[in-house]
Nanobody
Framework: QVQLVESGGGFVQPGGSLRLSCAAS????????AAWYRQAPGKQREVVAS???????NCADSVKGRFTISKDSAKTTVYLQMDSLQPEDTAVYYC????????????????WGQGTQVTVSS
């Protein structure tokens, strides 16, 4: 069964760094494109960063210059490097990826990770 397994969240002091990972399991062929979202308590889920099939990326203005999204060479894992973290970055972070299940797939299918908590506090 295909799953997106997130890891790397935790507690960090302001100014610290974390790297989130989103690994596609279940023998998928590749991730086509992906994004990281976050949802703080009482707030709507928002997109943080995205990466396209050609490797190009976008980041929300609030995290630009601090966060970097990337994929590994096998295109089975998506990362979010988070530097200079601030309390307002505290949220549950979710990865979303469109996945090709086989080498001959003609359409990708969307999957969501389970979410990982990031808490930035002194």
């Amino acid at each position: 069964q295909v799953q997106l397994v997130e890891s790397g969240g935790g507690f960090v002091q302001p100014g610290g760094s974390l790297r989130l990972s989103c690994a596609a399991s279940g023998g998928i062929f590749s991730i086509y494109n992906a994004a990281w979202y976050r949802q703080a308590p009482g707030k709507q889920r928002e997109v943080v960063a995205s990466i396209r099939s050609d490797g190009s990326t976008n980041c929300a203005d609030s995290v630009k210059g601090r966060f970097t999204i990337s994929k590994d060479s096998a295109k089975t894992t998506v990362y979010l490097q988070m530097d200079s973290l601030q309390p307002e970055d505290t949220a549950v972070y979710y990865c979303n990826a469109n996945v090709f299940l086989t080498p001959t797939s003609t359409a990708s299918l969307p999957y969501w990770g389970q979410g990982t908590q990031v808490t930035v506090s002194s």
